[in-house]
């Protein structure tokens, strides 16, 4: 098993700026991609796609954060982190980690991040 842990959440004002991290521990020999998820707007049953890395360096964002946040890895200490800037009140929500390992899909219990002024 592969446990995440998130940290770099808190209040942050409309165009401010977070750096979330997750970190990995466990069994992480093996994890394929390490991702950030939130909740579509609305739609608390639901997860959303924020942004994703693969061991191979390959990078994916949902359109709404394109050109605003930035995911990084390091994983040689099974790290990645989520850069957000110009933050707006849509972007409030919980952000959750997880990292992919044979096909089994591993999740963190989430950061909080508000947005408001």
């Known amino acids: 098993q592969v446990q995440l842990v998130e940290s770099g959440g808190g209040v942050v004002e409309p165009g401010g700026s977070l750096k979330l991290s997750c970190v990995a521990s466990g069994d992480t020999a093996g994890i394929a991609a390490m991702s950030w998820y939130r909740h579509p707007p609305g739609k608390q049953r639901q997860l959303q796609l924020v942004?994703?890395?693969?061991?191979?360096?390959?990078?994916t964002y949902h359109d709404s954060v394109k050109g605003r946040f930035t995911i990084s890895s390091d994983f040689a200490k099974d790290t990645i982190y989520l850069q957000m800037d110009a933050l707006k009140p849509e972007d409030t929500d919980v952000y959750l980690c997880?990292?992919?390992?044979?096909?089994?899909?591993?999740w963190g219990r989430g950061t909080q991040v508000p947005v408001s002024s």
């Open positions: 942004a994703s890395i693969n061991s191979g360096g390959r990078i």
């Open positions: 997880n990292a992919q390992r044979y096909l089994a899909d591993n």
